[in-house]
Every structure is written in C-alpha cells, then in structure tokens.
C-alpha cells in the first residue's frame, strides 16, 4: 500500500501564491511518476502537472508559466508551486502517485485538498 499525504491548501488572494506538498510513504513501492489534479464543482478532475522520476515535467496549458512541479526523490515528496493564482485556479487538488512493485504500476490518490482562490 502507499499513502500519500497533501499539505498546503487554503485561501489566497487573486495573485497570491501557495505550495502544495504530497508526502508518500511506502516500504515495498518504488515510486515512478508523481502528479497533481484538480476538480472543480462541477468540472472533471484534470491533470495540473506531472513530473517522472527523473525530473521530465508536463503542464497542462492553463497552468504553464504559474505553476511549477517538483519532487524530492529521497523523500518520496512531490510539491506545486503555484504562483499568480486566478480565481479559476480554484479547486480540490489531489496528488496522484504511481508505484511500482514486481513490474506492476498502481495508481494512488491523496485525500485532496482546497485550494480556493478569491477576486
């Protein structure tokens, strides 16, 4: 099993910034790539940014520029730095791992958290 644990959501000003941070703990998984979603009331969830093992990042178009994804290897943490915020930008965002064990990938998803972002 592997638990991931988000961090740093809360309420901030239209241009303002937060970091998320996403802390993932397992004993048998290697963790591969590591991203950040987001659902928005009545939206799809939708991938923000991803970034593999070794440090390739992809950004979905909306975010690119703002917002920056990051991974701390040896402790299994990714983080988004997100800066510039838009009222759009409000939404639950939750971190997704994706572990490794015996040539298997697992997918996993953190709890969420909110980020809300006023005009």
């Known amino acids: 099993q592997v638990q991931l644990v988000e961090s740093g959501g809360g309420l901030v000003q239209a241009g303002g910034s937060l970091r998320l941070s996403c802390a993932t703990s397992?004993?048998?998984?290697?963790?591969?790539?590591m991203g950040w979603y987001r659902q928005a009331p009545g939206k799809q969830r939708e991938l923000v940014a991803h970034?593999?093992?070794?440090?390739?990042?992809d950004y979905a178009e909306s975010v690119k520029g703002r917002f920056t994804i990051s991974r701390d290897n040896t402790k299994n943490t990714v983080y988004l730095q997100m800066n510039s915020l838009k009222p759009e930008d409000t939404a639950v965002y939750y971190c997704?791992?994706?572990?490794?064990?015996?040539?298997?990938?697992?997918?996993?998803w953190g709890q969420g958290t909110q980020v809300t972002v006023s005009s």
């Open positions: 997704n791992a994706e572990a490794e064990s015996l040539g298997l990938t697992y997918k996993y």
């Open positions: 397992s004993s048998i998984f290697r963790i591969n790539g």
């Open positions: 970034i593999t093992r070794v440090g390739s990042t």
